[in-house]
């Protein structure tokens, strides 16, 4: 078994010999090479440069991660779609004409992968290139969901109240939206596998702001129709959330062969809830990387004690934090590599 | 049965006429009298007022609104404890000084509620004579996790780092901030009783950002303390949270009278967890009152219809935004009033 093997093996929950991590931002600001480069250029100035991009995606390979993830950003197919975006100053990412009604939407152009995103599939290719089979890459894109919720809101939200306006408010406008974000995004999923993305993660990231009935009305058939098709390239997809305790069963059922659980339920329970004929990954709060090294350890092996046998990717339960010891991830990487269970 | 009646016995688990409805912030930004007295005074010149809270804590009622609730803030026993703050224009609460280590949570004092918050006893006082039995009063205070991630982080989370990582990192000084926290919230509580409240709700608010686990070690024992001995007083105590969904169990397990809900968890899914011996409040998604008022009014009725029978208090899942419009809000009020079970 090669590296390789391990983190697709356990996606299609194959037998593996250790267990396989990779980290949510695993290339970002914790990493002092990575803060280097962010000195020099913009976070779009990285994600547009293929040669940059395949850079920044490489650092964290050094700490021994069983995946790489394409460098990029959620955002990207707003500008072409019409909503071009900046990443402000200490305050995430800005939209400058959000989405104020149903004309903002019809605007919205359904675009091609190739025509204003070619610099991902490029980046994409070098990267591919270069990892030379060491470890598979992951590409991804942001759910309709939560690219909406930037779209209409403007950047973060505490209570995406204008969204979810527009989502009660007026509904087939709402399934407008969805159904050009879910053509763009299942487009581009495919474009990136295309490329060379080995395996692909679909971030609904705000879609646990929902509760499970809306989440049937208003999300679901899109998301569904994403992942339906993107299952048929034979690709293992990530489908990934927070917040998400009571939405995973539709989750599931929308699709993925992959289903992200974050920390607020225990692994065993997402494992007794969404059963065995799907793999399961997460769930390490990201502030525990923040403890100490005996508490990281302790955690780390309390998830791989819950999640004996196939089928299960280490990760945390959403994005590394900018601020995490980098030797504590590399502690923690380690310590997953060496886990044996016990009996 | 008078409309003092109603919330009371629905929080006992007695059968009433129709649904009591009663509003978290119900006195807020979102009504122009309250707007009008913020021109003249700050929201913490409003809580230390006795006389300027009474005319807030009143203004809901003319929605006709099945219960008064103190005009406050979680934060005030902060002040007293030694951690003063402010609440910054549009940043929401300041706190100066947040705490860094051990030797700032030594330096809190346990403070008697008299001792720094006797307008709030004050004010209760002003309000029962004023309400003269026509609903009952709701106090109030912020539960021990909610206090002590304002107090660390130093206002406003997204990820809650610091907290957690004291939590996590020194659980010795994590208990002691706790333990002290949970006394002056039960002595704080216990004085709000005293003084006039009927029902006093423990808010919770963040708790939702920690899994059960983390809940049962690191929260359980000092939540438990401060309901246990306040259910000894006879009066009615909400245990609200929000992002709880498996965090329930182990809060009914902790105290309340009545459990909290938010809009995650259909209502009918969270009797079945919680089981017929406690009442339950929740659980509209305060954005649905943004919506058109046919939605308003259908998704009222579909939490009506799933609780069916004794023991649940109609409510939002968290408390209501600021640009809510006021007659949406009439409207929700004058609905749930209305409504009768098919059949």
Redesign the interface.
């Known amino acids: 078994m090669t590296e390789t093997d391990r983190f697709l093996r356990a996606c299609r929950r194959e037998a593996v010999d250790v267990m396989p991590i990779w980290m949510m931002r695993q290339a970002g600001r914790y990493m002092p090479e990575y803060r280097a480069l962010r000195e020099k250029y913009t976070l779009l100035e990285l994600c547009k440069t293929p040669e940059l991009a395949l850079k920044v995606t490489m650092q964290p390979l050094r700490l021994g991660v069983d995946a790489a993830i394409l460098f990029a950003d959620i955002l990207l197919p707003l500008e072409p779609m019409g909503a071009p975006f900046e990443f402000a100053k200490g305050e995430g990412p800005v939209v400058h004409d959000p989405i104020r009604d149903r004309a903002g939407i019809e605007r919205l152009r359904v675009i091609d992968p190739e025509d204003g995103l070619g610099y991902v599939l490029e980046s994409i290719k070098l990267i591919r290139k270069e990892l030379n089979g060491k470890v598979p890459l992951i590409g991804f894109a942001g759910a309709p969901f939560t690219l909406a919720s930037y779209l209409i809101e403007g950047g973060k939200s505490a ?3 204008k969204t ?2 527009l989502m ?2 007026e509904p087939e406008a709402w399934h407008l939206l969805m159904e050009k974000l879910a053509e763009v995004v299942r487009k581009y999923l495919r474009a990136q596998i295309v490329a060379g993305a080995q395996v692909v993660q679909l971030f609904d990231s705000w879609v ?1 702001q ?5 989440y049937q009305q208003y999300i679901f058939p899109h998301v569904s129709k994403i992942l339906k098709d993107i299952e048929t390239t034979g690709v293992p997809v990530i489908h990934f959330g927070t ?1 998400t ?2 939405l995973l069963p539709l989750q599931k059922k929308a699709g993925g062969t992959v289903i992200g659980v974050d ?4 692994m065993d ?1 997402a494992r007794a809830m969404l059963g065995d004929d799907v793999a399961l990954q997460g769930n390490l ?4 990387l ?3 090294v005996p ?1 990281i350890e302790a955690r780390a092996a ?1 998830i791989l004690q819950r999640m004996r046998g196939v089928g299960y990717v280490f990760n945390l339960g959403h994005g590394i ?1 900018p ?1 995490t010891p980098v030797e504590s991830v590399q502690r923690l990487v380690d310590f997953v590599h060496e886990f044996r269970h016990p009996g």
Chains 1, 2 share one sequence.
């Open positions: 209570h995406f109240v979810k306006k009660y408010g646990g929902l509760g499970p009935d809306d917040g305790t009571t920390w607020r339920l225990p329970d709060d990201p502030t525990i923040f403890a100490p508490v309390d934090l601020e």
